[in-house]
C-alpha cells in the first residue's frame, strides 16, 4: 500500500520548510514535484525554571543573589525575559502567584488577584545571566532593580 503522508517529528519552531516528492524505480528517479513550502508554528515559550536562592545565596539586608536558568526557546525565538517580583502576604506562598497574568510594571502594584508584584529586569534573550543580584536598584532593561524590603517574604 502506498503512503500517502509522512510525519517529520521534532522540526524547530518559527521555520520556513521546502518539500518536493521524487518517484523512485528500478530504472531511476523521476522528475521532482511542484514544491511546497510549509512553515513551523511559533507556540507560547515553556515555563521557565523558578529562579534558585538556596541557603548559600550571597544576601544582605536589601538583596538577594539569585541563580537562573535560561528559558528554552524550543518553541520560538524568545526575545526578552522579564523578571518579576512579588511581595507575599504571612499566609501566601510562591506557587499561588500568578505571574503569567501579570502586567510587567516598573513599580510595585496590585495584580488582579491582590498580590504586589513588580519587574525587578528585562533581560535580553542572548544576554542572559546566570546570576542576578535581586535589589541592586540598578536599571535592567528599562525596569529599576528595587531594594528588597527586609523583613518581607519574596
Do not use: C, H, W
Amino acid at each position: 500500500k502506498p503512503t500517502t503522508s509522512f510525519t517529520i517529528p521534532d522540526l524547530p519552531a518559527d521555520f520556513t520548510f521546502n518539500f518536493n516528492v521524487v518517484a523512485v524505480t528500478g530504472r531511476g528517479r523521476g522528475d521532482a514535484s511542484n514544491e511546497v513550502q510549509v512553515n513551523t508554528v511559533v507556540g507560547s515559550p515553556e515555563s521557565p525554571v523558578a529562579p534558585n536562592a538556596g541557603v548559600d545565596t550571597p544576601k544582605t539586608t536589601s538583596t538577594l543573589t539569585l541563580t537562573l536558568t535560561k528559558p528554552s526557546n524550543r518553541n520560538g525565538a524568545i526575545g526578552s525575559v522579564l523578571l518579576f517580583v512579588a511581595l507575599l502576604t504571612d499566609n501566601q506562598v510562591a506557587s499561588e502567584v500568578d505571574f503569567a497574568n501579570a502586567v510587567p510594571m516598573p513599580y510595585i502594584t496590585e495584580s488582579r488577584t491582590g498580590t504586589l508584584i513588580y519587574v525587578a529586569a528585562q533581560f535580553d534573550y542572548d544576554n542572559f545571566p546566570n546570576t542576578f543580584v535581586l535589589g541592586d536598584n540598578m536599571m535592567y532593561g528599562g525596569y529599576r532593580n528595587q531594594p528588597l524590603i527586609a523583613g518581607t517574604r519574596y
